[in-house]
C-alpha cells in the first residue's frame, strides 16, 4: 500500500538540514485526492486526501487534511483527521484534530481540540520509518 | 503560592524597570499577531497569488482548484484549475483541464483549455483541445491540436466534477483508529 512513498520518506526524514529546496504552498481552493511527496516544506491551505511525506508540513488555518502524515516536523494549525509520525510536532490553538500524533517532542497551544491520542516514540522509531505500521488499539 | 505568582512578578518588574518591560508586554501580543498572520494571507493573497507546487513536490492523484496553479514538480494525476502554469522541469502525466494552460514543461496526457501557450521548452506528447492557442518555436508536440474546445459539451466544463470520489488510500486505517479511540 505504502511501497510507492517508501523512498521519499526514508530520504525526507534523513535529508541534510542545510539542503532547502524550494517550499509549495496548497491555497485553500486547491483540493487534492491522493498521496504527496515532498522533499521540501509543504504548507496546506486546502484540502488534501490522502497521504503525505514532507520534510516539514504545515497545515494552515483553514487546511483539512484526512490520510497519514510522515514528516520530520509538523505543524498543524488546521483540521486533520489520521495520523502524524513525526519527531517534532506543533499543534496549535487552531488545530481541530482526530487521530493519533506519533512523536519525539510535542507542544499543544491551548485552545486546540484533539481528540486520540499523542504515543511517545524514541528517535530512531522516526529514522527507520520506512513503512507506517498499523495502529494496535 | 510563589509558582503561581511568578508570571506576575517579572511583569511587575518589568513595567517598573526600563530594559525588560517590552518582553512581557510583547508576548500577549504577539500570539494574537501569530494566530492572525497564517489567517490573513489566504484571504489576502488567495486571490492572487498561485498555489505552488514546487519541485521537490510529487503528488499522485488528482488535483482541482477554483484558482491558479503553479506546478514546478511532478504530477502523475489529472490537474483541474483556472490558469494552470506548468513550468520547466515540471512533468504532468494525465490532462491538464483550465481556462488558460501556460506550457513550458512536459505534459504526458492532455490538454483541454480554452486557452494554450506552449512555450519554447514545452514538451506535449497527447492532444491538445483548445479554442486558442499559442506555439513558441522550440516546442515539441507529438498528438493532434483541436480547436474543439467548449464546442463538444466535453469533461472540462466544470472545475469542481472530481469531488464524488468515493474515500479510498488511508481508509481502513482511519476508520479503524476512530473506531478504537
Same mark, same amino acid.
Given at each position: 500500500?505504502?511501497?510507492?512513498?517508501?523512498?521519499?520518506?526514508?530520504? !525526507?526524514?534523513?535529508a541534510?538540514?542545510?539542503?532547502e529546496?524550494?517550499? $509549495?504552498?496548497?491555497?485553500?481552493?486547491? @483540493?487534492?485526492? *491522493?498521496v504527496l511527496?515532498?522533499?521540501?516544506?509543504?504548507?496546506?491551505g *486546502?484540502?488534501?486526501? %490522502? @497521504?503525505?511525506?514532507a520534510?516539514?508540513?504545515?497545515?494552515?488555518?483553514?487546511?483539512?487534511?484526512e490520510?497519514? /502524515?510522515?514528516?520530520?516536523?509538523?505543524?498543524?494549525?488546521?483540521?486533520?483527521?489520521g495520523?502524524?509520525?513525526?519527531?517534532?510536532?506543533?499543534?496549535?490553538?487552531?488545530?481541530?484534530?482526530?487521530?493519533r500524533?506519533?512523536?519525539?517532542?510535542?507542544?499543544?497551544?491551548?485552545?486546540a481540540?484533539?481528540?486520540?491520542?499523542m504515543?511517545?516514540?524514541?528517535?530512531?522509531y522516526?529514522?527507520?520509518?520506512?513503512?507506517?505500521?498499523?495502529?494496535?488499539? | 503560592?510563589?509558582i503561581?505568582?511568578?508570571?506576575?512578578k517579572?511583569?511587575?518588574?518589568?513595567t517598573? %524597570?526600563?530594559?525588560p518591560?517590552?518582553?512581557?508586554a510583547?508576548?500577549?501580543v !504577539?500570539?494574537?499577531?501569530?494566530?492572525?498572520?497564517?489567517?490573513?494571507?489566504?484571504?489576502?493573497t488567495? &486571490?492572487?497569488?498561485p498555489s505552488v /507546487?514546487?519541485?521537490a513536490?510529487?503528488?499522485?492523484?488528482?488535483?482541482?482548484?477554483?484558482?491558479? #496553479?503553479?506546478?514546478?514538480?511532478?504530477i502523475?494525476?489529472?490537474?483541474?484549475?483556472?490558469g494552470?502554469?506548468?513550468?520547466?522541469?515540471?512533468?504532468?502525466?494525465?490532462?491538464?483541464?483550465?481556462?488558460?494552460?501556460?506550457?513550458?514543461?512536459?505534459?504526458?496526457?492532455? #490538454?483541454? &483549455?480554452k486557452?494554450? #501557450?506552449?512555450?519554447?521548452?514545452?514538451?506535449?506528447?497527447?492532444?491538445?483541445?483548445h479554442?486558442?492557442?499559442k506555439i513558441?518555436?522550440g !516546442?515539441?508536440i507529438?498528438?493532434?491540436?483541436?480547436?474543439e474546445?467548449?464546442?463538444?459539451?466535453?469533461?472540462s466544463?466544470?472545475? $469542481?466534477t472530481?469531488?464524488?470520489?468515493?474515500t479510498?488510500?488511508?481508509?481502513?486505517?482511519?476508520? &479503524?483508529?476512530?473506531?478504537?479511540?
Amino acid at each position: 500500500m505504502f511501497a510507492l512513498s517508501r523512498r521519499p520518506d526514508a530520504r !525526507a526524514l534523513s535529508a541534510p538540514r542545510g539542503v532547502e529546496l524550494p517550499p $509549495s504552498y496548497l491555497r485553500s481552493s486547491l @483540493r487534492i485526492r *491522493g498521496v504527496l511527496e515532498a522533499e521540501c516544506e509543504l504548507t496546506i491551505g *486546502g484540502v488534501v486526501i %490522502g @497521504r503525505i511525506a514532507a520534510l516539514k508540513l504545515v497545515i494552515a488555518p483553514g487546511g483539512h487534511v484526512e490520510g497519514d /502524515i510522515v514528516a520530520r516536523e509538523v505543524v498543524i494549525a488546521g483540521s486533520l483527521k489520521g495520523r502524524v509520525f513525526a519527531p517534532t510536532v506543533a499543534v496549535e490553538e487552531t488545530a481541530h484534530i482526530d487521530g493519533r500524533i506519533f512523536h519525539h517532542t510535542i507542544s499543544v497551544a491551548r485552545g486546540a481540540h484533539f481528540d486520540g491520542r499523542m504515543p511517545w516514540r524514541p528517535i530512531s522509531y522516526f529514522e527507520t520509518l520506512d513503512q507506517l505500521p498499523e495502529t494496535q488499539p | 503560592m510563589t509558582i503561581f505568582n511568578r508570571n506576575d512578578k517579572p511583569a511587575d518588574t518589568g513595567t517598573s %524597570g526600563a530594559a525588560p518591560a517590552p518582553k512581557p508586554a510583547a508576548q500577549p501580543v !504577539a500570539q494574537p499577531q501569530a494566530a492572525a498572520q497564517p489567517l490573513s494571507p489566504p484571504a489576502k493573497t488567495g &486571490a492572487s497569488m498561485p498555489s505552488v /507546487i514546487s519541485k521537490a513536490l510529487k503528488i499522485t492523484g488528482q488535483l482541482e482548484s477554483t484558482e491558479d #496553479i503553479q506546478i514546478d514538480g511532478e504530477i502523475d494525476g489529472d490537474v483541474r484549475g483556472v490558469g494552470v502554469k506548468i513550468g520547466n522541469n515540471a512533468k504532468v502525466k494525465g490532462t491538464v483541464y483550465g481556462d488558460e494552460v501556460e506550457l513550458a514543461g512536459t505534459i504526458d496526457g492532455k #490538454i483541454e &483549455a480554452k486557452k494554450v #501557450i506552449l512555450n519554447g521548452t514545452a514538451r506535449m506528447s497527447g492532444d491538445v483541445v483548445h479554442q486558442d492557442i499559442k506555439i513558441e518555436s522550440g !516546442a515539441f508536440i507529438d498528438g493532434h491540436l483541436k480547436p474543439e474546445f467548449g464546442k463538444t459539451a466535453s469533461k472540462s466544463a466544470s472545475v $469542481s466534477t472530481l469531488k464524488p470520489v468515493a474515500t479510498t488510500g488511508t481508509s481502513p486505517a482511519d476508520k &479503524a483508529a476512530e473506531a478504537r479511540h
